[in-house]
């Protein structure tokens, strides 16, 4: 319900509860709670006018309401989601992913190409083959093109 009550809200103007509710079928009290919990969330914005309060989306960013939909999804793995935010924690891969962006490359050439050490781009591409942006085939490592829409988001940003 949350996640429905963001994305009607999301770039339209300020609605009220009841006409929130109406939007969504369910009752007052029902849109009421679950807009007060992502107002105090600070993921919606409040307004008081008269005896109505009038909710409407926040301005942020895109990276920023995808996580949010994906950890508000019913059945989401939050592990799963933190995983994917992690893999570009570190410098490194970031470096790996955009230089198999140009295509596979065997591990010395990686190396090289990179600057990074034999026992650091083990680490990094272990976690980034643990996170699903790298795999090995054929004794070569490549990126993959993520079919999820955090795992895209998440390469958009870091190849461009």
């Known amino acids: 319900m949350r ?18 509710g109406e939007q969504l079928g369910c009752s007052e009290d ?10 105090d969330g600070d993921f919606l914005s409040q307004e008081r006018k008269g005896r109505f309060l009038f909710y409407s989306g926040m301005e942020s960013d895109r990276l920023g309401c995808l996580v949010l939909e994906e950890s508000l999804r019913d059945g989401a793995d939050l592990g799963s989601i933190m995983k994917s935010l992690t893999a570009f924690t570190h410098e490194r ?27 650091a781009m083990k680490r990094h591409l272990r976690k980034l083959e643990g996170r699903g942006f790298v795999e090995r085939r054929d004794g070569c490592w490549h990126g993959i093109a993520r079919k999820d829409r955090l795992g895209k988001d998440l390469l958009r940003i870091v190849l461009d």
Not at 3 to 20: D, H, K, T, Y
Not at 31 to 37: C, D, E, G
Not at 101 to 117: H, N, Q, Y
């Open 93 to 119: 891969r970031i470096l790996i992913v955009r230089e198999l962006a140009k295509g596979a490359r065997v591990f010395e050439e990686l190396c090289g190409a990179t600057g990074i050490s034999l026992d």
């Open 3 to 20: 996640l429905e009550m963001l994305s009607l809200l999301n770039g339209r103007p300020p609605m009220f509860v009841q006409a929130i």
């Open 30 to 39: 029902v849109a009421s709670k679950q807009l007060q919990l992502l107002a």
